[in-house]
């Protein structure tokens, strides 16, 4: 079956632009995740949804990002006034609801760069 | 908050030599610890996982076990191939947050 898709794949913005970043997770997954990987590192965890809601939002950097799923499928991450630190590969990945425990499954990345 | 540490690499080994990649963990409570695995030009994918202390996850000839009483999951395998070569990542799962080290690029010659 599909797996996790998001899009764009690559976007390139300037400087405090905003951008909006799409995540489709596996049909019946009620988990989601987004993290943000900067090269050479590991994925840092940004923001959790258990349904509609954001269970945990703690990795979430400062009130310029945002993450919605208004009816439990598709998230967007929005990022205000980009900074060239927000430069990333931003991640989604989406499981069946027992976070604990529960196999991730990831998306290929949407590639930001700010100029 | 919880924390992972892993070997640093890259690790270039030979084909059919063993494999070690380290890593430790810091969390609370009784956290779920994972290896993913990212080969080149694709996502990120599980490889094996451990929900509970002395459980042995294993996958494609790779196995980890859950040490509480040493917070370590240290990756292993006892003949690598060619097709091995990729970045693993040790990750921890406390509760809704994962939380992954920084990743072992592992490079295996023929």
């Known amino acids: 079956g599909a797996g996790v898709s998001q899009t764009p794949s690559n976007k390139v913005t300037e400087k405090g632009k905003y951008v909006e970043l799409r995540c489709d997770p596996i049909s019946g997954h009620t988990a989601l995740y987004w993290y943000r990987q900067s090269l050479g590192q590991g994925p840092e965890f940004l923001i959790y949804f258990q349904g509609t809601g954001a269970a945990d939002d703690s990795g979430l950097p400062n009130d310029r990002f945002f993450a919605v799923r208004p009816e439990g499928s598709v998230s967007t991450l929005k990022i205000q006034r980009t900074e060239r630190g927000d430069s990333a590969v931003y991640l989604c990945a989406s499981s069946w609801g027992q976070p604990l425990t529960d196999t991730q499954y990831f998306g290929p990345g949407t590639r930001l760069t700010v100029l | 908050g919880d924390s992972v540490t892993q070997m640093e690499g890259p690790v270039t080994l030979s084909e059919e030599a063993f494999l070690t990649i380290n890593c430790t963990y810091t969390a609370t409570g009784y956290p779920s610890l994972f290896w993913y695995v990212q080969y080149p030009g694709e996502g990120l994918q599980l490889l094996l996982k451990a929900t509970k202390a002395d459980d042995k996850g294993s996958n494609k000839g790779f196995e980890a076990t859950y040490r509480k009483e040493t917070t370590s999951f240290h990756l292993e395998k006892g003949s690598v191939q060619v097709s091995d070569s990729a970045v693993y990542f040790c990750?921890?799962?406390?509760?809704?947050?994962?939380?992954f080290g920084a990743g072992t690029r592992l490079f295996v010659k023929a």
């Open positions: 990750a921890v799962t406390g509760g809704f947050k994962t939380i």
